[in-house]
């Protein structure tokens, strides 16, 4: 699925059910206020003023937590509030192996050195690239690993966020249209006000402290539809709202999503977008297929299909129905439209061996590791491009436990035989100087 760029407005009618759904947040949730929590900030290269949420760390703050910030240089050269403490990373090793403490991520390069520190509770509050960082392949496989090992992620960026909603991810959006108030917290006599993303974000961080089941994820969801249709009625069909519209009901799985969509659809064909079958009408494959309309679902995705290979997998998923796999077609329907959370969903419920086998596939591509590799049965390791894999897959492992002689000599194996392995001992190489440089040892 394809997002496009975000529009911009706000109305009373959309404050208003924002505001409900902030004390909805509040109000539905008993958190436990006797947790001593322990933040370790893992950040991102450049001291303090380059530290993407200061404030979302000025809650911790509030909150009287303790505040770890992981770094070899000291709080002045660091320029650090007086209420976090600067620790070394072999420090933060053992603050992570006492009770409620929390690995806070602010930099996808942190990956394999927090991974093998094995935190009992993982945050991700995901930066926006600098520099060259988003044309380096190593950025965008470093957050979808970060992701997989993630209790809760955070991100500044919408699309991105969309994106973790569709992967089945626990996920808040950091941003928002509305600056006005949500609520208030008090810290040392003082009165502090709160953005409704920053109340969406501490109480889904309770819930995560407390083992509570996930509620808040899809109240911000339905706060993004909300804003987006007041802006549609603001101002009138439109190809990018009411694409994010579809996208957000879809989602909420409400029934208004076909019309949204066939709505963004119509008028990217009046604007000229030559390439709107693929990154709208195809959508329409995943609604009907999320609401149980395997054949309509289908034939949107035959009319879709813009290359030979596309053509071929559409023939396939149609003797595949007609051979009585319908929930494999459904499934197969919502991976195509990167639908993840609902693929594996169906996939949970129909069992079987082809169901996992599936569900390994999708656990590759979103590079959920560990999920993946306990998928693998010794009978599914029978030739060597199923023996190869494995040992690839396994290194990763190995590397993220912080198991690193492992797994060089799975990704050495792998290599007599693929080349391409010897980039993942690059990896790990460039992860562990890039560590150094978020560390501040080396430029």
């Known amino acids: 699925m394809e997002h496009a760029e975000q529009a911009t407005d706000t109305g009373p009618t959309q404050k208003m059910r924002q505001e409900e759904d902030s004390k909805k947040a509040t109000t539905d949730l008993s958190v436990s206020t006797d947790i001593a929590v322990q933040y370790v900030i893992f950040p991102r290269k450049g001291g303090w003023s380059s530290f993407p949420y200061p404030d979302i760390a000025a809650l911790f703050v509030a909150q009287e937590s303790t505040i770890f910030y992981v770094s070899s240089r000291t709080s002045e050269e660091e320029d650090l509030p007086k209420a976090i403490q600067v620790i070394s990373l072999s420090e933060a090793e053992k603050r992570l192996q006492?009770?409620?403490?929390?690995?806070?991520?602010?930099?996808?390069?942190?990956?394999?050195?927090?991974?093998?520190?094995?935190?009992?509770?993982?945050?991700?509050?995901?930066?926006?690239?600098?520099?060259?960082?988003?044309?380096?392949?190593?950025?965008?496989?470093s957050i979808s690993r970060l992701v997989g090992i993630a209790d809760l992620v955070a991100t500044s960026s919408e699309t991105r966020y969309m994106k973790l909603l569709f992967q089945g991810t626990r996920a808040i959006w950091l941003g928002g249209e509305d600056t006005s108030p949500a609520g208030y917290i008090h810290y040392e006599g003082t009165r502090i006000p709160l953005r409704d993303y920053e109340i969406f974000f501490m109480h889904a961080l309770q819930q995560v402290l407390t083992g509570k089941p996930d509620h808040i994820t899809m109240l911000q969801c339905r706060a993004r539809a909300d804003y987006y249709r007041q802006l549609r009625a603001k101002t009138g069909a439109h190809e990018t709202i009411s694409?994010?519209?579809?996208?957000?009901?879809?989602?909420?799985?409400?029934?208004?999503?076909s019309t949204?969509?066939?709505?963004?659809?119509?008028?990217?064909?009046?604007?000229?977008?030559?390439?709107?079958?693929?990154?709208?009408?195809?959508?329409?494959?995943?609604?009907y297929a999320r609401s149980g309309q395997i054949e309509e679902a289908l034939q949107v995705f035959g009319i879709s299909a813009n290359n030979e290979q596309e053509r071929h997998h559409y023939e396939q998923l149609c003797r595949w129905l007609e051979a009585g796999e319908e929930q494999l077609v459904r499934a197969e329907l919502l991976r195509i439209n990167d639908d993840y959370g609902s693929a594996l969903r169906v996939l949970?419920?129909?069992?079987?061996?082809?169901?996992?086998?599936?569900?390994?596939?999708?656990?590759?591509?979103t590079e959920c590791v560990e999920d993946a590799l306990a998928l693998v049965h010794a009978s599914d390791i029978q030739d060597a491009a199923s023996l190869l894999q494995y040992r690839q897959l396994s290194g990763t492992a190995l590397a993220l436990?912080?198991?690193?002689?492992?797994?060089?000599?799975?990704?050495?194996?792998?290599?007599?035989?693929?080349?391409?392995?010897?980039?993942?001992?690059?990896?790990?190489?460039?992860?562990?100087?890039?560590?150094?440089?978020?560390l501040g040892e080396v430029p």
Not at 102 to 131: D, K, N, R
Not at 260 to 287: M, P, T, W
Request: proline share 3%.
């Open 98 to 141: 006492e009770q409620h403490t929390v690995a806070i991520v602010t930099h996808p390069y942190w990956l394999m050195a927090v991974a093998s520190l094995q935190p009992e509770i993982c945050i991700a509050l995901l930066p926006e690239p600098v520099g060259d960082e988003a044309a380096s392949p190593l950025w965008e496989s």
């Open 243 to 257: 694409f994010l519209l579809s996208a957000y009901e879809y989602l909420l799985e409400d029934s208004r999503a």
């Open 260 to 287: 949204s969509l066939k709505e963004a659809f119509s008028h990217a064909v009046i604007n000229g977008r030559q390439d709107c079958v693929v990154s709208h009408y195809r959508f329409l494959s995943a609604i």
């Open 348 to 365: 949970d419920e129909l069992g079987g061996e082809t169901a996992r086998h599936w569900k390994f596939r999708i656990y590759q591509e």
């Open 401 to 438: 436990r912080g198991e690193r002689h492992g797994a060089v000599r799975q990704f050495l194996e792998t290599a007599v035989e693929d080349e391409e392995a010897l980039a993942r001992i690059m990896e790990l190489e460039l992860l562990d100087h890039a560590v150094q440089q978020l």
